[in-house]
């Protein structure tokens, strides 16, 4: 694999699936918000400090997912 095929793969794998964790958690947290105020009554708080706490720790799993996907492809098993 010449040098930029291996950079641009890298790079898009990682930017793909840190946004697909970001999706799913986002979901996840609005979901959840939406059963608690539907079902339970609870009011509905949406704090910036929660928001960005969720989307670092999915990028940061999107990161852990992208690297492991990319490097099972890299050494094509």
């Given at each position: ?12 794998i990682?930017?793909t699936?840190i ?5 799913i958690?986002?979901?996840?947290y ?19 400090f929660?928001?960005?706490r ?6 940061l799993?999107?990161i ?6 990319w ?7």
């Amino acid at each position: 694999m010449n040098e930029k095929r291996w950079l641009m793969s890298f790079i898009l794998i990682l930017l793909t699936l840190i946004l697909t964790m970001d999706i799913i958690a986002l979901l996840t947290y609005f979901f959840a918000k939406a059963y608690l105020y539907f079902i339970r009554n609870i009011p509905v708080e949406i704090s910036l400090f929660e928001l960005v706490r969720i989307i670092k720790g999915a990028s940061l799993g999107g990161i852990i997912v992208g690297i492991g996907c990319w490097y099972i492809s890299f050494k094509k098993y």
